[in-house]
Each structure stands twice: as structure tokens, then as C-alpha cells.
């Protein structure tokens, strides 16, 4: 089982609507995670973090974590075609040790 | 400087051949990561200096790699003897410290294309 796993993709979806990216881990004891956007032949960029369960939301996003069930997801409301990128996330260790694991990624396209 | 800066930004070589690879961190950041991403794929990590503590080689995938920090700065990823299955990107991030939580946020230099023919 890899530690932090993602849906490849792609994921298509509408100018306008919602995108949901979803993500599981399997360090029980992780403390923090972290969404980052990945534009094609760029470096990866952080668009949001989150440490406690619930919701929380920055704009058109929205992270949600649930550590019973070592899940974290992303929201993305009224999806732009500049939103079309590889969306990676990254899980901290057990134990606020830095180490970052992170997903494959999943591909987001938003068509216009 | 303003962002982390990895040189060079492309590397071709042949099989067999030694490569070194240069991050120059945020200055100030006490963290860094070395990650290795090859095409289509995601981040998959390499090792982890925090400070003046030992790092974190777990991710190193054979004994050809190694990578050293020096001054608590610039990092250099070496990989001896290179395989074409070591074609990737080498991505160098840093971050402000790792001690906690919210200070993991990382920021990725450009990266170093490596290509081995």
C-alpha cells in the first residue's frame, strides 16, 4: 500500500463546476497535509494546508480532512480552464518529523 | 536569494557517468528536500536535512545517491555510476523549519532535468 494515494485521473470537468480531488494515507499518525498545483513543466506550488478535521476554506477552495478515516480532499467551486493542472498531495509524518510524503497526483482538466 | 535555485536546470549524460546536483535554499530556511519526479509521475521523495540533525536518507533509492549539506545551506545531490532509469527531474524545495507542523510549508526550486543516454 503506498502511503499516500491519489486517483491518477484525469478528471474532467465543466467551466463552472465543482472539482473534487480526494487523497488517503496510511500513517494514522500524521499531523499535516498539504494540497499543491502543479502546472505542466513547472514546479509544484502550495495552495492550501490544513491540520485538524473539518473544512476549511481560502477562496474557491476548500480543503476537507478526516483523520478517522485518513481522508483529505480538495474543493475546487466554479472551476476555471486555469485551473487545469496536477493537483498533489502531500502528507506530513507522525511525530512533526518534516518528512513530506507525497500522491501521483491527480489531473484536473476544466473545459471550457 | 528570493526563491531556491537548483543548477543546473538541465544535465544530459552518459550511462555510467557521475552527476552533481546544486540547491541553493531560501536563505534562512533550516529545511531541505530533495525529490525525485519522473515523467507522469509524482513527488517521490529522496532525502530530508533539517538543521544540524541527521538527515533523513530513506528515501535514497541505492547506494549512487548520496547528497551532503554544507554550512547548513547549499546541498549537493550526487549520483554515481548513472542509469538511464535515473532520467527524471530533481526537484530541491526548502522550508522555513520542520519542527512544527505549520512550518512545513515547502517551496521548490525549478529543478534539474536529468537526461542519461
Known amino acids: 500500500q503506498k502511503e499516500v494515494e491519489q486517483n491518477s485521473g484525469p478528471l474532467s470537468v465543466p467551466e463552472g463546476a465543482i472539482a473534487s480531488l480526494n487523497c488517503t494515507y496510511s500513517d494514522r499518525g500524521s499531523q499535516s497535509f498539504f494540497w499543491y498545483r502543479q502546472y505542466s513543466g513547472k514546479s509544484p506550488e502550495l495552495i492550501m494546508f490544513i491540520y485538524s478535521n473539518g473544512d476549511k476554506e481560502d477562496g474557491r477552495f476548500t480543503a476537507q480532512l478526516n483523520k478517522a478515516s485518513q481522508y483529505v480532499s480538495l474543493l475546487i467551486r466554479d472551476s476555471q480552464p486555469s485551473d487545469s493542472a496536477t493537483y498533489l498531495c502531500?502528507?506530513?509524518?507522525?511525530?512533526?518529523?518534516?518528512?513530506?510524503?507525497f500522491g501521483q497526483g491527480t489531473t484536473l482538466q476544466v473545459k471550457p | 536569494g528570493a526563491g531556491v535555485s537548483q543548477s543546473p536546470s538541465n544535465k544530459v549524460t552518459e550511462k555510467g557517468k557521475d552527476v552533481e546536483l546544486r540547491c541553493d535554499p531560501i536563505s534562512g530556511h533550516t529545511a531541505l528536500y530533495w525529490y525525485r519526479q519522473s515523467l507522469g509521475q509524482g513527488l517521490e521523495f529522496l532525502i530530508y536535512f533539517q538543521g544540524n540533525s541527521a538527515p533523513d536518507k530513506s528515501g535514497l533509492p541505492s547506494d549512487r545517491f548520496s547528497a551532503e549539506r554544507t554550512g547548513g545551506s547549499v546541498s549537493t545531490l550526487t549520483i554515481q555510476r548513472t542509469q538511464q532509469e535515473d532520467s527524471a527531474v530533481y526537484l530541491c524545495?526548502?522550508?522555513?523549519?520542520?519542527?512544527?507542523?505549520?512550518?512545513?510549508?515547502?517551496?521548490f526550486g525549478s529543478g534539474t532535468q536529468l537526461s542519461v543516454l
Open positions: 502531500a502528507v506530513g509524518g507522525s511525530g512533526n518529523t518534516g518528512k513530506l510524503i
Open positions: 524545495a526548502s522550508s522555513l523549519t520542520a519542527t512544527g507542523a505549520a512550518n512545513e510549508k515547502l517551496f
